[in-house]
């Protein structure tokens, strides 16, 4: 059964940088800084993962890494892009992050990632709570969880048109307190017409709701990054399972 990102796994990267531009090239430099800080050359649990947009980078700098996503379309991409790359030491799962298999949760990883709006796919308290208690289990004694909980920014309609990009997003609330993200785009790449839609629902979390409900699965907050991501629109908080309060911290790579 089709999934997010399915409809267009094969030009997700090219749409989003011409959406983009080098904000996420940002995000994801900010990003594998705090790793380094965080689990130097340790064991890399990526959730929701995509194309491979930070899995790729982090394996080419030595982690080991497991790249978690619900799309198999889209972990098919980070395969090829890892071959292409000659990246043969990231292990691909198919799954959601709200139902993690019991192979990965055998607490064999130093850091866990839910970054890039991800947590906003859950969209349930109950798949909140099953994602909470899936990544304790997965990571081992001391590790950390790194997060990011969107603002209202994300929750926002959209038009994008240059650059050879027609892409229309809309997102509508729903009576639930969920949104429907509606996706129809038109992309030219290689003087190749491409078009796909894409529709699944999202939810905006508070910061103050992922903190009780990773606490009540026995996280403790340890570091509010937000200010080491500026223009991501999101609040950054890194975790520390029930042992992981002993590791330190980096300060900004920019201070």
């Known amino acids: 059964m089709p999934t997010a990102h399915d409809s267009w796994a094969e030009v997700y990267d090219e749409v989003n940088r011409r959406s983009f531009g080098g904000l996420l090239d940002d995000l994801t430099a900010r990003t594998i800084y705090i790793v380094d800080c965080i689990a130097p050359g340790g064991r890399i649990l990526d959730l929701g993962a995509g194309t491979g947009r930070l899995a790729l980078p982090l394996a080419q700098r030595g982690y080991r890494v497991t790249a978690v996503d619900a799309s198999g379309e889209m972990l098919t991409k980070l395969r090829c892009k890892a071959e292409q790359m000659s990246i043969g030491s990231i292990r691909t799962v198919t799954a959601s992050v709200a139902d993690l298999p019991v192979s990965l949760r055998r607490g064999e990883f130093d850091l ?35 997060i990011d909980v969107p603002g209202m920014a994300l929750f926002r309609s959209a038009r994008y048109r240059q650059d050879g990009l027609d892409r229309s997003v809309s997102i509508e609330p729903r009576s639930d307190g969920t949104f429907d993200y509606i996706e129809a785009t038109k992309v030219c790449i290689g003087d190749v017409d491409r078009a796909y839609e894409d529709r699944f629902r999202l939810r905006r979390w508070r910061p103050d709701k992922i903190l009780d409900t990773f606490g009540a699965e026995g996280f403790t907050p340890k570091a509010d990054r937000t200010d080491e991501f500026p223009g991501s629109g999101a609040t950054y908080l890194q975790l520390a399972s029930r042992r992981g309060a002993h590791r330190t911290m980096c300060s900004d790579p920019a201070g």
């Open 112 to 146: 866990a990632l839910l970054v890039f709006s991800v947590v906003s796919y859950l969209v349930s308290e109950h798949e909140l709570r099953r994602a909470a208690a899936g990544i304790r289990d997965a990571l081992a004694d001391g590790g950390d969880l790194l």
